[in-house]
């Protein structure tokens, strides 16, 4: 594995050279990114966040505001919170370094077992198994693991924690994320080409696409709600910030009605944030989160230039909106109601 590493690694910009150690602010950074997002989606966003915050002091010492904004686009915003979050934990506890250990890792916010043990094994040269999707796409189908996920997932780490080496733990792990990113991908994998073609379980059953296997997936809830969209003459929006805490928590949002389950949901305008003509604009806004659909009808109001913001409220004009932490909900929701 080590060598066909050495021969094919993709070189990433978080990555040290084949048996060397990378910064372990990079190895944090870089894999708090990648949760449930592809490599090509995180490059320009980690190369943004070490220009602007270089290291995890640097991190530390800005406002959530600022971080939420430079990740926006980026989805999953909870990410970019337990981000800052650590990152002032180990300034304050560690001086700025990170433990070197999966124990004191995983005693730092929004470290999991999953990056604690990549930190571990790739900035630290420790005997360590980070089992992420790809590492777990791998493993289940080199042992043809027939328990379906998620319940395999115990069996499964145990069986990658066997086989990571004593020497160059962290190339190991980086070489079975990159197996399964280049050739043991989930359709149509490679085999002919794969290093462990000859010791794979799977292969030898002729259906290696077959594993992992995974349990049904239930369908996604939907819930609903209405979005009040004021623009004023010069062009700024109404906007407002979430609460710090829950869903999007410290986003810039449009102010809405609650996002009830779908059918359920009252009367909208008691829940307009101050008296205008509101009128409902044709269509609605979708978008699918992790774990429910949404769909939100739309409502415009004109009003003039001079018209103040209600309290806890403040009108953006366009050319400021990438200074705000917009998810993309609230993009797709702008460009319906035309006000970008």
């Known amino acids: 594995m080590l060598a066909w590493y050495d021969a094919h690694r993709r070189h990433l910009p978080w990555r040290a050279g084949p048996g060397e150690r990378a910064d372990p602010y990079h190895v944090f950074l ?36 600022e971080v939420l904004s430079q990740w926006a686009g980026l989805g999953y915003y909870a990410r970019a919170r337990n981000l800052h979050a650590c990152a002032k934990a180990v300034s304050a506890r560690h001086a700025g370094r990170f433990p070197d250990d999966e124990a004191a890792l995983l005693e730092l916010p929004g470290i999991g077992p999953y990056t604690a043990a990549a930190i571990s094994a790739i900035a ?14 791998v493993v289940a189908r080199l042992f043809a693991v027939a328990e379906p996920l998620p319940g395999a997932k115990p069996a499964i780490r145990a069986l990658a924690a066997a086989l990571v080496p004593d020497w160059r733990p962290g190339d190991f792990a980086q070489a079975m994320m990159d197996l ?23 292969r030898a059953q002729g259906d290696p696409a077959r594993f992992p296997e995974k349990a049904a997936k239930a369908e996604k809830p939907e819930r609903a709600g209405t979005a009040f969209l004021a623009v004023r003459a ?18 810039t949002e449009v102010p809405s009605t609650p996002w009830e389950p779908k059918g359920k949901a009252g009367d909208a305008l008691p829940h307009a944030p101050l008296a205008a003509p509101w009128r409902p604009l044709p269509g609605a806004v979708r978008h699918v989160f992790t774990h429910f659909a949404l769909e939100l009808a739309v409502w415009r109001a004109d ?10 409220m403040r009108f953006v004009l366009p050319r400021d909106f990438d200074r705000e932490a917009l998810p993309s909900v609230m993009r797709k929701l702008l460009a319906h109601g035309r006000a970008i």
């Not at 929006?237 to 710090?244: A, K």
Request: hydrophobic share 45%.
């Open 30 to 65: 870089s894999e708090i990114m990648l949760q449930q997002t592809t490599v090509k989606a995180v490059i320009p966003y980690f190369g943004a966040f070490l220009a602007r915050w270089p290291t995890v002091r640097h991190l530390a010492a800005a406002p959530l505001e």
């Open 180 to 202: 399964g990113a280049t050739i043991c991908t989930p359709r149509s994998p490679a085999c002919g080409i794969c290093p462990l073609m000859d010791d794979c379980a799977a």
């Open 234 to 251: 010069d062009g700024a929006v109404l906007l407002r910030s979430r609460p710090e805490k829950g869903l999007l928590g410290g986003m």
């Open 124 to 137: 630290f040269g420790r005997k360590a198994s980070p089992v992420d999707g790809n590492i777990e796409r």
């Open 303 to 312: 009003l003039p230039a001079t018209a103040a913001a209600p309290a806890g």
